[in-house]
Nanobody, 121 residues
Framework: QVQLVESGGGLVQAGGSLRLSCAASGRTFSITAMGWFRQVPGKEREFVGAISWSGGSTKYADSVKGRFTMSRDNAKKMVYLQMNSLKPEDTALYYC??????????????WGQGTQVTVSS
């Protein structure tokens, strides 16, 4: 089992930036990819982005492409989500996830507890 802890959420004005961090522990040798998801009350959790653990390839949802960037530090077992040009519609609870496969972000092995991001207009 992989344990994940997110941090870095907060309140920011529209147009601002935030960087979320996710610390992985436990069976980290089993990680093949990591992802970020977000959820607002009353809606389904949606995919934000994914990064392969070995090669560092990334992919993003169209809604965040060009504004959000994922990176990872394998030695520190950390994954980051740099969010720029934030919009009020980015407001959500953001979750870090350990994915079964980079090619299929829908298969999640472990979830973090979430960190709240609120963007004011």
């Amino acid at each position: 089992q992989v344990q994940l802890v997110e941090s870095g959420g907060g309140l920011v004005q529209a147009g601002g930036s935030l960087r979320l961090s996710c610390a992985a522990s436990g069976r980290t040798f089993s990680i093949t990819a990591m992802g970020w998801f977000r959820q607002v009350p009353g809606k389904e959790r949606e995919f934000v982005g994914a990064i392969s653990w070995s090669g560092g390839s990334t992919k993003y949802a169209d809604s965040v492409k060009g504004r959000f960037t994922m990176s990872r530090d394998n030695a520190k077992k950390m994954v980051y989500l740099q969010m720029n040009s934030l919009k009020p519609e980015d407001t959500a609870l953001y979750y870090c996830a350990a994915l079964q496969y980079y090619s299929d972000p829908g298969l999640v092995g472990s979830w973090g507890q979430g960190t709240q991001v609120t963007v004011s207009s």
